[in-house]
């Protein structure tokens, strides 16, 4: 079972920009598909991105398209998710998730990290 670090998060006005990162802790994730959930207190975990276990595909909530993007470095070392054009909505605790057959798209699917809090103000 893979241990995921998450950081980036922070505390950013509406309209602003974060970069979120997901490391495996002692190895890479070139292996892996990743993806990255948000999570309110009280609420169900919801899918943010994905990216497949390649780098050649990304998949989006409809709710963050055009404004956030899933990439990974060049040996897909870290994956992030570049957060723009920030809304209040979007304030929730971040997770990552890696999995070596699945592409994690829906909550329970691969390992877990422990979040990244984000909060935008208005």
């Given at each position: 079972?893979?241990?995921?670090?998450?950081?980036?998060?922070?505390?950013?006005?509406?309209?602003?920009?974060?970069?979120?990162?997901?490391?495996?802790?002692?190895?890479?994730?070139?292996?892996?598909?990743?993806?990255?959930?948000?999570?309110?207190?009280?609420?169900?975990?919801?899918?943010?991105?994905?990216?497949?276990?390649?780098?050649?595909?990304?998949?989006?909530?409809?709710?963050?398209?055009?404004?956030?993007?899933?990439?990974?470095?060049?040996?897909?070392?870290?994956?992030?998710?570049?957060?723009?054009?920030?809304?209040?909505e979007?304030?929730?605790?971040?997770?990552?998730?890696?999995?070596?057959?699945?592409?994690?798209?829906?909550?329970?699917?691969?390992?877990?990290?422990?979040?990244?809090?984000?909060?935008v103000?208005?």
């Amino acid at each position: 079972q893979v241990q995921l670090v998450e950081s980036g998060g922070g505390l950013v006005q509406a309209g602003g920009s974060l970069r979120l990162s997901c490391a495996g802790s002692g190895r890479t994730l070139s292996n892996y598909a990743v993806g990255w959930f948000r999570q309110t207190p009280g609420k169900e975990r919801e899918f943010v991105a994905a990216i497949t276990r390649y780098g050649g595909d990304t998949y989006y909530a409809d709710s963050v398209k055009g404004r956030f993007t899933i990439s990974g470095d060049n040996a897909k070392a870290m994956v992030y998710l570049q957060m723009n054009s920030l809304k209040p909505e979007d304030t929730a605790r971040y997770y990552c998730a890696a999995d070596e057959f699945r592409v994690p798209v829906v909550p329970g699917i691969g390992s877990w990290g422990q979040g990244t809090q984000v909060t935008v103000s208005s």
